[in-house]
């Protein structure tokens, strides 16, 4: 079997952009990627409309949590991707380089689930194609992933 590449997905709160990107990741890109997130300052609770959002689209969210970097800290992490400005610039210390990329969305507190879908749309479409570039190698088929937003 192959080794997963690993991403940590990054935002302040751990409540709903990170945790969506890490469903949406782990979903989409099952078998080659194995995404994780965490938040600087974790809220404690995922956002249930990120969980209805994700559910909207069949992505399983049993396993979200919200955590710390500092739960995550001792992960083979490959990439670090943060969501928001706050968390590019509270980007932590790693005990050894990893590269990192900023691909910012914007704050979805207050958003009603529309937005939250769209959000989520916002996030397979941007996210994934520029994780697999940066990941060099990792293959994702555009056509599938809109197919499965359709079922």
Do not use: W
């Amino acid at each position: 079997m192959a080794h997963l590449k690993t991403v940590l997905v990054l935002c302040m709160g751990n409540a709903c952009r990170s945790q969506m990107a890490e469903a949406i990741l782990n979903h989409d890109l099952v078998g080659r990627v194995r995404a994780l997130s965490a938040g600087a300052r974790p809220e404690p609770n995922v956002s249930d409309g990120a969980i209805l959002a994700l559910k909207d689209a069949g992505i399983s969210t049993e396993v979200l949590h919200t955590k710390s970097i500092d739960a995550v800290m001792g992960e083979p992490i490959d990439l670090v991707v943060t969501l928001c400005d706050n968390a590019r610039e509270g980007y932590p210390v790693f005990p050894r380089p990893i590269p990192r990329m900023h691909v910012p969305f914007d704050d979805p507190r207050g958003e009603s689930l529309e937005g939250l879908i769209r959000m989520r749309e916002e996030i397979r479409e941007r996210l994934i194609p520029v994780v697999c570039i940066a990941l060099g190698g990792v293959s994702f088929t555009p056509s599938r992933m809109r197919t499965e937003r359709l079922l």
